[in-house]
């Protein structure tokens, strides 16, 4: 009976800690609002395609930065206080654009977005570690993945109700959306800090030279540009969708936007079902599959005239991509087994493509219409279908 009770006691305690914990992966998932966002700022400003696809590469840029020195940072004052910092940059980051919305106010936005996600990134992970352990990880992490997917999937539904519904009212508009995930960020902060978790001795930092001198070795370097395709492809269709289709259909962005909701539900859909086929199937053939879904869709994306039919290629990207960075993580450690800390900053840092293929896709789409930004997606596919036959 005491042993019974002492389980039923352990159990609840857990959920007590791993509750806290999801409402920070759902926090992480704002981070994915830099799409929705720019494409209404650019709509408010007037800005060109190049001037607004500045605000997701200057989200991505500080994951180049700070991902070794939060390492350091971890090892110094705990993960549990990074992952606590990293909330308080990403609260400070959304109650900025409720003050005023010119360029410069959201510049500073973005780039604290950036930083505090970049800093969550790195530490959310291994706190996870200290709650859970051995082969029910693995699925925490997933889980922790589908909670920040929700948070990415509902920006687009919140800012197009905003738009559409608060306008006249409270004259917040779409920037209602930054209010919301300003408010659950504080809250994350509080329940975070009000839980108690036991955090194991940290392993020794790794330090910039480390991480860079990997980049010497051929299939590390590769992992590491497949990573930067990944999310260059993944931030570019976020940002890119609607302006798809209003260039074509000649839709409002309103009702353009819900594209990028259609993205992270497959997204989202192809992350639970990715968990269950990498049991069964090898990394190369299931990973060569998700490639060439992306190929196709960037076919259809390049042709596509109809609403239903561009629906179709967003969801192929979203459904392809879903798994990718996971293989690439997994192989990048399993090259290098004896420096996983400094694999993992170094994958870390190739989120440095959210930065890259935004601004390629600016000028591109400047140059040729949203068929160009299209286009340089297209370069980190065909560069992901390349890597495909390099997996081991």
């Known amino acids: 009976m005491n042993n019974t009770s002492s389980a039923t006691v352990a159990r609840r305690s857990s959920l ?7 409402l920070c992966f759902f ?66 980051s959304l109650i900025i654009p409720l003050f ?5 106010f959201m510049l500073v936005a973005f780039s604290l977005l950036g930083i505090g996600n970049a800093i969550m990134q790195t530490s959310l992970n291994p706190l996870v570690s200290n709650l859970i352990s051995g082969d029910n990880l693995a699925s925490t992490l997933t889980f922790g993945q589908f ?32 209010l919301i995930y300003a408010v659950v960020s504080v809250l994350s902060v509080s329940v975070l800090a009000a839980t108690p978790i036991e955090e194991e001795r940290p392993d020794k930092a790794s330090g910039v030279g480390e991480c860079l001198k990997l980049l010497g070795m051929p ?6 540009l497949g990573i930067m395709c ?20 000649g839709l409002p962005l309103e009702e353009a936007g819900f594209a990028t909701g259609i993205y992270f539900i497959f997204r989202t859909a192809g992350c639970f079902l990715g968990a269950f086929l990498l049991r069964v199937m090898k990394p190369k053939v299931f990973f060569g599959i998700s490639v060439l879904m992306m190929l196709a869709a960037m076919a259809i994306l390049f042709t596509g005239t109809s609403l239903p039919v561009l629906y179709t ?25 004896r420096e996983r800390n400094e694999v993992s900053g170094l994958m870390i840092m190739g989120l440095f493509g959210g930065t890259v293929f935004p601004l390629a896709m600016g000028f591109a789409s400047e140059a040729m219409g949203q068929a160009g930004a299209v ?16 997996i081991k």
């Not at 005023?100 to 410069?104: A, D, L, N, T, V």
């Not at 559409?164 to 920037?175: A, C, D, I, K």
């Not at 299939?219 to 590491?224: D, R």
């Open 230 to 249: 990944h999310v260059g492809i993944d931030v570019g269709t976020n940002t890119v969708a609607p302006k798809i289709i209003m260039e074509r259909l």
């Open 16 to 22: 007590l800690q791993i509750v806290p914990v999801m």
């Open 313 to 337: 290629g967003i969801a192929l990207v979203g459904f392809g991509n879903s798994n990718v960075f996971s293989v690439i993580f997994s192989q990048a450690l399993i090259a290098q087994p």
């Open 27 to 92: 926090a992480m998932g704002f981070v994915d609002l830099v799409g929705t966002a720019s494409n209404y700022v650019q709509k408010d400003l007037g800005l060109t395609d190049s001037q607004a696809n500045l605000f997701p590469s200057l989200v991505f840029f500080w994951f180049l930065i700070f991902s070794v020195p939060t390492g350091m940072l971890m090892n110094r004052i705990g993960r549990k206080k990074t992952v606590l910092i990293s909330l308080a940059v990403t609260a400070l």
């Open 147 to 178: 909670v920040k997917a929700i948070a990415s999937f509902l920006a687009p539904i919140i800012a197009a109700w905003g738009a559409t519904t608060l306008m006249p009212t409270f004259g917040l508009s779409w920037r209602v959306l930054f």
């Open 100 to 104: 005023g919305s010119s360029y410069g």
């Open 219 to 224: 299939f590390v370097l590769l992992c590491f």
């Open 375 to 390: 286009a340089v997606m297209t370069v980190g596919v065909v560069y992901l279908l390349y890597y495909t036959l390099k």
